[in-house]
């Protein structure tokens, strides 16, 4: 939080952060690793990989799939953790709001996975 008006102008890039940062963070990641181990065992029977950067990298073996999982996802967690504290005029919200969305949709995703594991013939 800005201490003073001229400080609330300018980006902050470097900060402290909570437990609940780090819990988001956390959160993140293993919903990630956990969509990409649902991902291998729909494939395993029979679906296909419907975003095209992840198929790529499917081609070349489920360690490969994984790995660039982990690392795209971190990448991403770490650019909205750089730019946590710049505010989005556009949506009015700051982009710390943007690790619950993140969160929210790894879940939807991975609540239909478990639908699809558990309905599908």
């Not at 070349?60 to 660039?68: D, E």
């Amino acid at each position: 939080m800005a201490r003073r008006d001229e400080d609330k102008a300018r980006y902050y890039f470097f900060d402290r952060y909570n437990q609940r940062m780090f819990a988001a963070i956390t959160a993140i990641l293993m919903l990630s690793i956990f969509d990409a181990l649902l991902t291998l065992i729909l494939i395993e029977r029979g679906s296909s990989e419907l975003n095209p950067v992840m198929a790529y990298f499917l081609e070349y073996g489920p360690l490969p799939f994984i790995i660039a999982k982990y690392l795209l996802t971190s990448f991403g967690v770490l650019v909205l953790l750089i730019f946590k504290n710049v505010f989005l005029n556009r949506i009015n919200m700051h982009t710390h709001s943007l690790f619950a969305c993140v969160i929210f949709a790894f879940s939807t995703v991975i609540v239909w996975e478990l639908f699809l594991l558990f309905t599908a013939p």
